[in-house]
């Protein structure tokens, strides 16, 4: 079954082509990397995705609900993770999962036990209490993280969320990733670091608008004959009309 079904979708403003007639699904469960450079139309896909930006044609499902008739539901049944941290940083880690369980409309008896499963699993028992703003980065990214699956919603986009933290705490983030996507999370995710490309099931690549290429790493770095993903990236990233310019 597809958690994300996406046929011919595409987003123009005015004359350009944000998002060009693109076409793919994801499996339940399934790390999916939707890559590309900057402009490529990852974040404008991702909006239609996520019921926050209509498309000017063509259909998607995620969590089988239609994204444009049914974005309410759409939207009970995703997390969402910026790259930029947004929680509130005048507040602690377990008030953040508090104030967001309420807005999930959790009952306050799962809101509790759900704050002491996430502060355990994360190891967050010594920084539960202190104010958001005054931790580092990366457990910033946890405790993000923690809330953007607080409500257990099926499907989670992350967009470039390991950005700017040290190779430890990326590391330890994909391993976030990775458990939650053994409980059947779909994890959906952009990120600008090519090797990060290679802890995904499947990744797809966009080059102005388009999806390119789309297949397993290892698949990918065999049909393009080269030794990484960064590799194949620039091998598509020069078929760009806007590269050299």
């Known amino acids: 079954m597809s958690a994300i079904e996406v046929k011919n979708l595409t987003k123009n403003f005015g004359r350009f082509v944000a998002v060009d007639s693109i076409s793919f699904d994801v499996g339940a469960g399934e790390i999916f990397g939707f890559l590309g450079a900057n402009g ?37 049944n995703i997390g969402y993770m910026s790259q930029k941290f947004s929680l509130y940083e005048d507040l602690s880690a377990m008030e953040n999962m508090e104030l967001f369980g309420g807005i999930y409309g959790m009952k306050m008896r799962e809101i509790s036990a759900k704050t002491k499963e996430a502060v355990n699993e ?8 202190q104010p958001v703003q005054s931790l580092p980065l990366g457990i910033k990214q946890k405790i993000s993280f923690a809330v953007s699956t607080f409500h ?21 983030f994909w391993e976030m990733i990775y458990k939650a996507s053994s409980k059947g999370m779909t994890a959906f995710v952009t990120t600008h670091y090519m090797d990060e490309a290679e802890y995904c099931n499947r990744v797809s690549i966009m080059v102005d608008g388009q999806i390119k290429a789309m297949d397993t790493p290892r698949n990918l770095r065999e049909s393009f004959h080269v030794k990484s993903m960064d590799d194949v990236f620039q091998v598509l990233a020069r078929s760009s009309k806007y590269s050299g310019k």
């Open 122 to 129: 994360l190891g967050l028992e010594n920084e539960k209490k």
């Open 40 to 76: 490529a139309g990852k974040t404008t896909a991702m909006r239609m995705l996520c019921g926050l930006l209509a498309p000017t044609s063509g259909t998607g499902q995620v969590a089988g609900y239609d994204i444009r008739r049914q974005t309410d539901m759409v939207k009970k």
């Open 152 to 172: 257990s919603p099926k499907i989670i986009f992350l967009d470039e969320p390991t950005g700017g933290v040290d190779p430890i705490s990326r590391r330890l």
